[in-house]
């Protein structure tokens, strides 16, 4: 299993990234997807997830300016990213699992993660 992140880089405050995140070696429309993000020296954080049925959770400080959405058919998950701060910047990775809904936003709820993407965003 392979999760493969990319779409990061750096972008001025108030711009817009769209990060994917493609799947292989099993199917995963059953599964939650997640993004997680991590400042340096800090533990990572829960960013979004959207679980099989397409519901949607966010943290706090990136509801209403990060959209999570899934293309089942390309086992991919995205994190369109808008109006971005200087304090987005972090490593953002993605994550599958199957939590239960009280847990999603708990990184030990999944099984599954991709290599890091770096997000700059520059003020």
């Known amino acids: 299993v392979q999760l493969q992140a990319s779409g990061g880089g750096l972008v001025q405050a108030g711009g817009s990234l769209r990060l994917s995140c493609a799947a292989s070696g099993r199917t995963f429309s059953r599964h939650y997807m997640g993004w997680f993000r991590q400042y340096p020296e800090k533990e990572r954080e829960f960013v979004a997830t959207?679980?099989?049925?397409?519901?949607?959770i966010y943290a706090d400080s990136v509801k209403g300016r990060f959209t999570i959405s899934r293309d089942n058919a390309k086992n991919t998950v995205y994190l369109q990213m808008n109006s971005l701060k200087p304090e987005d910047t972090a490593v953002y990775y993605c994550?599958?699992?199957?939590?239960?809904?009280?847990?999603?936003?708990?990184?030990?709820?999944?099984?599954?993660w991709g290599h890091g993407t770096l997000v700059t965003v520059s003020s």
């Open positions: 994550a599958t699992g199957q939590p239960i809904l009280s847990q999603a936003r708990q990184e030990s709820s999944y099984s599954y």
């Open positions: 959207i679980t099989s049925g397409r519901h949607t």
